[in-house]
């Protein structure tokens, strides 16, 4: 896998600085932005890049490539819309219910999948989701070809009118962060050397002492947890859920969100799931052409770009501080 | 190296390899006269086996030269350089666990008339006549070593270049392996060896080239071998 | 149990044996790359769907017959698996294996979109040849003759290529290679060449499949996706260890599939992959499958 070791940065006073600026640059980009462009735009990128970075704590950081991705986020979107409309539960209830889904699914997942290794892993997380995706289709309570539509946005708290786009996208923004600060302390814990260490070589991990199946599992269960965060936000800020969420397709853009901006880096997915969302909502005109251009990147990232944008760029400014 | 009359069958000089990004061989230089047999000698990681394996072409990226009966090999792929009538015996020796002895022996293409005959295989080494159905992963340490050989003589190569043929092997097969090889030379076959027994060595081979962190640093023809077995020790480290 | 007469039982074991034949010709086709170039093909399923796709442009563009699209198709699929093999794949062979799904991926995506764009999704259909039509009237059920014709050639590609790679010296050559294709390389065999034909030939099996399917299903740009996850599980339950495993498993989910229409309807949609489930918890290396 490309290791562009961006994630345990070295500690110097120009690096901290620059994070620093970086830190608050981003600030500033995300408190304009709605202003800017459209806040459903935004709302979307939000939670495709929580989601992406979920994926990414199993791709990028214990190397355990999930074709199946697609079950915790469109599982856990029908659950919430369900208890936000069927049951009338306040946004953040019904939230927390898709994220202990997308858990429960990462744990069930997770027992089965890893029994298998390496190249049989993708196939088996695929053909689990792939019974997600057909549960989904039949089941009574997802309304089939039409989803969950209307989803009622009606937040616990009173003063949070979520009808409202901006407040809804700071909304977003807030789970979104939420999700990303347990990413991080999870990349930079005790627990995310022993995934890196996992990646690297299992074997020697294994003979470490690590009991890697019970670490692999725990991925899978905060991987798809967080994904069920993502999926539980995109219910309620979209106010739909869809056999789209759930299909296979689903899978397959996660993986290339991440791949676009850069695997097992903390902040490539956001990139990457901004590239692709924006790429799905401007190029929509050009119908199944964009599917075309998806399979496109997927070839040229593989061959030729396998660090991502944002590993790309930190390659870049390696190699300019060593010159 | 010195200057030899006869014309070269193999010419090795300024030999570099790399595996990956690691930079291995430092400069071999090695000439090896038609029917002769040869070693190699030298520390475990001296450069021994990636010398052969340069010379089949199967490392990441080599440069230098290497030169087989009159051919450069330096850009050829390693198919192209076995067709020319180079086999080689690698150190693990290579038997394929899912195919059988006969398989095995059978699975080299003869590439030029003048090889041994199954049968004349078969009477070098009995054991592979009697487990012909067998899979190669039922085969003793000294049954693969004897197959490992004895696929290669089938095919028409006059340059054998065998690594480490002895090592691991009990005493008896070792003495089995050291007749085989005197008899090959007898029927004109050249061998290039990789050996860190050279108690075994000297039994066999006309001349010893010495590696040395990549570099060969030295040649002594076998008679010579007593009167410079101080040096060859050192070299050796024993 | 509900209540069902042989005939069902019969019909449903038949178009059982109809899909095995389908799924076993595809995994043998998955197997058979992934031995040699250690890359699971993501673009099987593009590939079948290439095959009954040029079957059904040589009838419908150039008057080309059944019989001839029967080699033809598989032939023109395979070319452009050469080109995959030289122009892609081959740059990636040093990676970690996830990259390969990725890349077959993303042909996949290319592929499928490119015939969605031409054809849009709605299936083109396909007749099978005068000699293959009608049915055999057995009394007690009717029998399709195409679906006879479409087991019976699976069959024999299954069985002769299983002869092919166990009992003949261009099988020894390619087992060989699948355990060191280095040293086999220093026999004097053309490896590179051989890897390029291998995903030639697994591409045409794939593409004979889709020529096959042709009459039974509509032709679509879609009919390979779906049909793509289902043939992993097979191959993760059978293993791709072992070619006669993913022939036998291919068949036997097949049945199990036809079987399970008969007595729970519903089921017959998800019953592969919950074989799937209960295979990896009680025999995690699959069936046949070496551990991976």
Redesign the interface.
């Known amino acids: 896998?490309a290791s562009a070791s961006t994630a345990v940065p070295s500690r110097g006073a120009s690096h901290t600085a620059r994070r620093a600026a970086l830190v608050a640059a981003a600030a500033c980009v995300a408190l304009v932005a709605p202003f800017l462009l459209y806040p459903i735009f935004l709302i979307n990128v939000l939670c495709f890049a929580l989601f992406a970075c979920a994926f990414n704590l199993m791709m990028g950081f214990a190397g355990l490539?999930s074709?199946g991705h697609a079950a915790f986020f469109g599982g856990s979107a029908y659950v919430t819309a369900y208890a936000a409309k069927a049951w009338g539960w306040p946004a953040e209830l019904s939230i927390l219910a898709g994220l202990v889904t997308g858990g429960g699914l990462g744990v069930v997942f997770g027992w089965?999948?890893i029994?298998?290794?390496?190249?049989?892993f993708?196939?088996?997380t695929?053909?689990?989701a792939?019974?997600v995706y057909?549960?989904a289709l039949?089941a009574k309570f997802t309304g089939g070809e039409d989803g969950i539509q209307g989803v009622p946005q009606r937040s616990a708290l009173p003063m949070l009118d979520l009808t409202d786009n901006r407040v809804m996208y700071f909304y977003a923004l807030a789970v979104f962060l939420a999700g990303f600060a347990v990413i991080y302390r999870t990349v930079h814990s005790p627990f995310g050397h022993v995934l890196r260490a996992i990646r690297e070589n299992e074997g020697r991990a294994i003979s470490l002492g690590y009991d890697v199946p019970r670490f692999k599992l725990l991925a899978f269960a905060l991987s798809g947890a967080l994904s069920g965060l993502a999926g539980g936000l995109k219910a309620i800020a979209l106010q739909i859920a869809t056999l789209t969420d759930v299909e296979?397709t689903m899978s397959?853009e996660v993986?290339l969100m991440t791949?676009v901006g850069g695997v097992a880096t903390l902040t490539g997915p956001v990139v990457g799931a901004a590239v692709v969302v924006a790429m799905l909502t401007y190029l929509a005109a050009f119908?199944?052409?964009v599917?075309?251009l998806?399979?496109?990147?997927?070839?040229a990232?593989?061959?030729a770009f396998?660090r991502g944008i944002v590993g790309e760029i930190a390659a870049m400014l390696e190699r300019s501080r060593q010159t | 190296m010195p200057d030899r009359t006869g014309t070269a069958f193999l010419t090795v000089e300024g030999l570099h390899a790399w595996y990956g990004e690691s930079h291995v061989l430092h400069g071999i230089d090695i000439d090896i006269r038609e029917g002769e047999v040869v070693t190699l000698l030298g520390r475990n990681g001296a450069g021994k086996t990636t010398t052969l394996r340069s010379i089949m072409g199967v490392v990441s990226r080599r440069t230098g030269s290497v030169r087989f009966a009159g051919r450069e090999l330096i850009a050829l792929p390693p198919e192209r350089i076995a067709r020319l009538g180079i086999g080689y015996c690698p150190e693990e020796r290579g038997i394929f666990a899912s195919l059988t002895v006969d398989e095995n022996l059978m699975l080299p293409p003869v590439i030029k008339p003048g090889g041994l005959s199954v049968g004349e295989i078969h009477a070098l080494f009995p054991n592979l006549a009697e487990r012909r159905r067998s899979y190669g992963k039922k085969l003793s340490g000294g049954e693969q070593q004897m197959l490992a050989i004895g696929r290669i003589l089938r095919t028409g190569a006059k340059l054998l270049l065998l690594d480490e043929p002895t090592e691991g092997l009990a005493p008896v097969i070792v003495q089995q392996i050291g007749t085989v090889i005197r008899l090959l030379k007898q029927r004109g076959f050249t061998i290039l060896l990789v050996e860190q027994n050279f108690h075994f060595a000297s039994t066999v081979a006309d001349r010893h080239f010495v590696v040395e962190e990549g570099r060969t640093v030295d040649v002594f023809s076998n008679a010579d071998l007593t009167r410079n077995t101080q040096k060859l020790e050192a070299y050796l480290g024993v | 149990m509900p209540s069902f007469d042989i005939e069902v039982l019969l019909g449903q074991l038949l178009l059982g044996l109809i899909n095995g034949s389908f799924y076993a010709i595809l995994s043998l086709g998955l197997a058979v790359i992934f031995g040699l170039l250690n890359i699971i093909n993501f673009t099987h399923g593009a590939q079948y769907m290439m095959g009954a796709f040029t079957a059904w442009m040589l009838l419908n563009y150039l008057g080309i017959n059944y019989w001839a699209a029967l080699v033809l198709a598989p032939a023109i699929v395979a070319v452009f698996g050469v080109a995959i093999e030289r122009f892609l794949l081959r740059r990636i062979y040093e990676l970690d294996h996830i990259y390969g799904f990725l890349l077959t991926y993303g042909i996949a995506l290319v592929v499928e979109s490119a015939y969605r764009a031409q054809y849009g999704v709605s299936g083109q259909p396909y007749r099978p040849p005068p000699a293959l039509s009608g049915a055999i009237d057995l009394d007690y059920m009717l029998l399709p003759i195409y679906r006879l014709w479409v087991v019976g050639v699976s069959l024999v590609v299954c069985i002769a290529t299983w002869l092919l790679i166990e009992k003949t010296r261009l099988g020894a050559y390619l087992r060989a290679a699948t355990e060191n294709p280095v040293l086999v390389r220093t026999f004097g065999i053309n490896v590179p060449l051989m890897i390029t034909l291998t995903y030639a030939f697994g591409v045409a099996l794939a593409a004979l499949a889709g020529v096959l399917a042709a009459p039974l299903y509509q032709v679509s740009s879609i009919m390979g996706s779906n049909l793509m996850v289902v043939v992993f599980a097979v191959v993760v339950i059978g293993g791709m260890g072992s070619i006669p495993g993913a022939i036998l498993t291919g068949f036997g989910l097949g049945l199990v599939e036809g079987l399970t229409k008969v007595f729970y309807p519903p089921a017959a949609s998800t019953v592969i992959f919950v074989a799937m489930i209960l295979i990896l918890t009680f025999r995690p290396s699959g069936l046949m499958g070496r551990s991976a």
Do not use: E, T
């Open positions: 896998m490539l074709f089965i999948s029994r298998r290794q390496g190249i049989y993708g196939m088996v695929m053909a689990l792939q019974l057909f549960a039949q296979f397959g993986v791949l119908g199944v052409w599917k075309a998806q399979g496109i990147i997927f070839i990232c593989v061959l396998r």
